[in-house]
């Protein structure tokens, strides 16, 4: 292994300590939690957390701030934070309004985060878990809600937080997160696994003359192989598995999302990115302001997430509003 | 019948016992997954004992076996410290809270009841190559010493040959729950690390029965 890093001990410690010392004068790191907080939430709105393994960076400490995250807590290399730390997010967050403890789908996550909202609400505040799952590909539609959360929940990082940001009560904020949710679809393609900086090993096996589609975020064993084919071909049959799954067809505007993994370069995520608005040109479909860049990775994985939101005038709205969360900065550039 | 001194001085040995072998669980974890798990397992251990040390030598089994329980489930995460974890809670809500407090019924109810809540929230089932696999035929095992009327240590003899047996099946099965369930296919051959540490616990409350001289 040829990485980048001290002793696998020390990768949290290590780098949450730099992101802090960039970011200080807007976050912060609650003492003695593995929690990264805003110093400037809102009194008086609905408060949006997350707890997730590390190694998905910037996802999700670089989501924290302003019509986004109000706090994330984070775990070990892609394992959950144990539930004192989401609890102690979730009371850091809290303004008196509630919490949403957003919840990517995956055991660890929603373990620990259900034992945070439980014990929040064992202390009189209202703590109320969103899962998020849209990984087309990790299990059939009859059984939607054993789906993986993978690149797409990156909507509801922004979404859920400009809405919670205008001020709505806890049950409205649950129900749009939800909603987005429901109308968000992913599918993610991989050449090469990430290699996992505490084993060394690498996340799966890929052959060489082939792509797994359907990958996890940690790797997770794919749903099935594709032989090296021409771009243009494979970003029509990822726009196909959403477009099947999602009922996006009509005149429909949908935001895109196009996430690289981690070793995929800008270059190929610009090239991907034009075959989709190509292919969704030809079915009738515009896109509104997409999201291009590396936002969710899997160490060094090289891949692509193709996500869509069927979206409705209020998150096209949203969409736009302006956040000072330092993950945002894609090279679609209308995020910032 | 063991009682609240002793679960204070059992949960010291079994923190001795994970840190002993955490480099060999990860490198069982390290055949199909992250490699961590022995480690994870250790550290969370410390933590425990640490809270266990703080309450001091007077308190209650059902205290001691919370506290420890809890404090790992935070320090761990994943998905592995909540389940992990449940093993203490529950054998500490099963606990009597007189001087004689864990016993075979006790440690029976203590973890059927953990394995009824690791199934449900993790959503494994038997066959799938985790820690389930050695609970459940440990489970039965001490389940059926109950009612025969076996002395503490007989029955957990039979209960750590049971959990050892259901290591060895592992190593036939393909992974589909876990961390492992990423290599799938690959994962044949190999036994699960959870599984094994849970064998690991079981065999350490029969050595620990034997050391204080109990029949």
Same mark, same amino acid.
């Given at each position: 292994m040829?990485?980048?890093?001290?002793?696998?001990?020390?990768?949290?410690?290590?780098m949450?300590?730099s992101?802090?010392?960039i970011?200080?004068?807007?976050?912060?790191?609650?003492?003695?939690?593995?929690?990264?907080?805003?110093r400037?939430?809102?009194?008086d709105?609905?408060g949006?957390?997350?707890?997730?393994?590390?190694?998905?960076?910037p996802?999700?400490?670089?989501?924290?701030?302003?019509?986004?995250?109000?706090?994330?807590?984070?775990?070990?290399l892609?394992?959950?934070?144990?539930?004192?730390?989401?609890?102690?997010?979730?009371?850091?967050?809290d303004?008196?309004?509630?919490?949403?403890?957003?919840?990517?789908?995956?055991?660890g996550?929603?373990?620990?985060?259900?034992?945070?909202?439980?014990? &929040?609400?064992e202390?009189?505040?209202?703590a109320?878990?969103?899962?998020?799952?849209?990984?087309?590909?990790?299990?059939?539609?009859?059984?939607?809600?054993?789906?993986?959360g993978?690149a797409?929940?990156f909507?509801?990082?922004?979404?859920?937080? =400009?809405? =919670?940001?205008?001020?709505?009560?806890i =049950?409205?904020?649950?129900?749009?997160?939800?909603?987005?949710n429901?109308?968000?679809r992913?599918?993610?393609?991989?050449?090469?696994?990430?290699?996992?900086?505490?084993?060394?090993?690498?996340?799966?096996?890929?052959?060489?003359?082939?792509?797994?589609?359907g990958?996890?975020v940690?790797?997770? =064993?794919?749903a099935?192989?594709?032989?090296v084919?021409? /771009?243009?071909?494979?970003? &029509?049959?990822?726009?196909?598995?959403l477009?099947?799954?999602?009922?996006?067809?009509?005149?429909?505007e949908?935001? /895109?999302?196009?996430?690289g993994?981690?070793?995929?370069t800008?270059?190929?995520?610009?090239?991907?990115y034009?075959? /989709?608005?190509?292919?969704?040109?030809?079915?009738g479909?515009?896109?509104?302001?997409?999201?291009?860049?590396s936002?969710?990775?899997?160490?060094?994985?090289?891949?692509?997430?193709?996500?869509?939101?069927?979206?409705?005038?209020?998150?096209k709205?949203?969409?736009?509003r302006?956040?000072?969360a330092?993950?945002?900065?894609?090279?679609?550039?209308?995020? /910032? | 019948?063991?009682?609240s001194r002793? @679960?204070?001085?059992l949960?010291?040995? @079994?923190?001795?016992?994970?840190?002993?072998?955490?480099?060999?669980?990860?490198?069982?974890d390290?055949?199909v997954g992250d490699?961590?798990?022995?480690?994870?397992?250790?550290?969370?251990?410390?933590?425990?004992?640490?809270a266990?040390?703080?309450?001091?030598?007077?308190?209650?089994?059902?205290?001691?076996?919370? @506290?420890?329980?809890?404090?790992?489930?935070?320090?761990v995460?994943?998905a592995?410290?909540p389940?992990?974890?449940l093993?203490f809670?529950?054998?500490?809500?099963?606990?009597?809270?007189d001087?004689?407090?864990?016993?075979?019924?006790?440690?029976?109810?203590?973890?059927?009841?953990?394995?009824? @809540?690791?199934c449900?929230?993790g959503?494994a089932?038997?066959?799938d190559?985790?820690?389930?696999?050695?609970?459940?035929p440990?489970?039965?095992?001490?389940k059926?010493?109950?009612?025969?009327?076996?002395?503490?240590?007989?029955?957990?003899?039979?209960a750590?040959?049971?959990a050892e047996?259901?290591?060895?099946?592992?190593?036939?099965?393909?992974?589909r729950?876990?961390?492992?369930?990423?290599?799938?296919?690959?994962?044949?051959?190999?036994?699960?690390a959870g599984?094994?540490?849970?064998?690991?616990?079981?065999?350490?409350?029969?050595d620990?029965?034997?050391k204080?001289?109990?029949?």
């Amino acid at each position: 292994m040829k990485k980048f890093i001290n002793e696998p001990e020390q990768i949290a410690e290590d780098m949450i300590a730099s992101f802090l010392s960039i970011h200080h004068r807007r976050l912060k790191k609650l003492t003695g939690l593995s929690v990264v907080a805003r110093r400037d939430i809102e009194a008086d709105k609905v408060g949006i957390v997350i707890g997730n393994g590390l190694g998905h960076e910037p996802a999700c400490i670089g989501f924290v701030g302003k019509n986004a995250l109000d706090c994330n807590a984070y775990g070990n290399l892609f394992s959950a934070p144990g539930p004192k730390h989401i609890l102690g997010a979730i009371l850091e967050a809290d303004q008196g309004r509630g919490v949403i403890v957003l919840t990517s789908n995956h055991a660890g996550d929603v373990l620990n985060s259900g034992i945070a909202v439980r014990w &929040a609400r064992e202390d009189g505040i209202d703590a109320r878990m969103v899962l998020l799952y849209d990984d087309v590909l990790s299990a059939p539609k009859h059984l939607i809600h054993e789906r993986r959360g993978t690149a797409g929940t990156f909507f509801n990082y922004r979404l859920a937080g =400009a809405y =919670a940001g205008e001020g709505h009560d806890i =049950a409205a904020v649950e129900r749009f997160a939800s909603r987005v949710n429901e109308r968000t679809r992913t599918v993610t393609i991989a050449s090469v696994p990430g290699t996992s900086p505490l084993s060394g090993e690498p996340m799966g096996s890929i052959r060489a003359d082939e792509y797994e589609i359907g990958i996890g975020v940690h790797g997770e =064993a794919a749903a099935s192989v594709l032989k090296v084919q021409p /771009v243009s071909k494979i970003a &029509a049959r990822m726009a196909d598995y959403l477009l099947t799954d999602g009922d996006y067809q009509g005149a429909e505007e949908i935001i /895109v999302l196009v996430n690289g993994c981690g070793q995929t370069t800008n270059m190929e995520l610009l090239i991907f990115y034009g075959e /989709v608005e190509r292919y969704l040109q030809e079915k009738g479909i515009s896109i509104y302001r997409p999201a291009i860049g590396s936002f969710i990775t899997t160490q060094e994985m090289g891949g692509i997430a193709l996500s869509f939101l069927k979206a409705d005038d209020e998150m096209k709205r949203l969409w736009s509003r302006p956040t000072d969360a330092p993950g945002f900065m894609g090279i679609g550039g209308n995020l /910032v | 019948m063991l009682n609240s001194r002793q @679960i204070y001085q059992l949960l010291h040995d @079994i923190t001795d016992m994970y840190e002993e072998n955490k480099q060999e669980l990860s490198r069982l974890d390290g055949l199909v997954g992250d490699g961590d798990h022995g480690f994870s397992i250790a550290r969370g251990c410390q933590a425990g004992l640490k809270a266990v040390r703080n309450l001091g030598d007077g308190a209650q089994a059902r205290e001691y076996l919370k @506290i420890y329980g809890r404090e790992l489930t935070n320090e761990v995460g994943g998905a592995m410290g909540p389940l992990f974890g449940l093993l203490f809670t529950e054998l500490g809500r099963a606990a009597k809270a007189d001087s004689a407090c864990l016993g075979l019924a006790e440690l029976a109810a203590g973890l059927d009841s953990a394995l009824a @809540i690791i199934c449900q929230l993790g959503g494994a089932a038997a066959g799938d190559k985790t820690m389930v696999d050695s609970m459940i035929p440990t489970v039965k095992s001490l389940k059926r010493s109950v009612r025969e009327g076996r002395s503490f240590l007989d029955g957990l003899e039979r209960a750590a040959l049971e959990a050892e047996k259901g290591v060895q099946d592992t190593v036939a099965m393909v992974a589909r729950r876990g961390r492992a369930k990423y290599v799938r296919e690959r994962s044949k051959g190999v036994p699960d690390a959870g599984a094994t540490s849970f064998y690991y616990l079981v065999r350490k409350v029969r050595d620990f029965a034997d050391k204080e001289g109990q029949q």
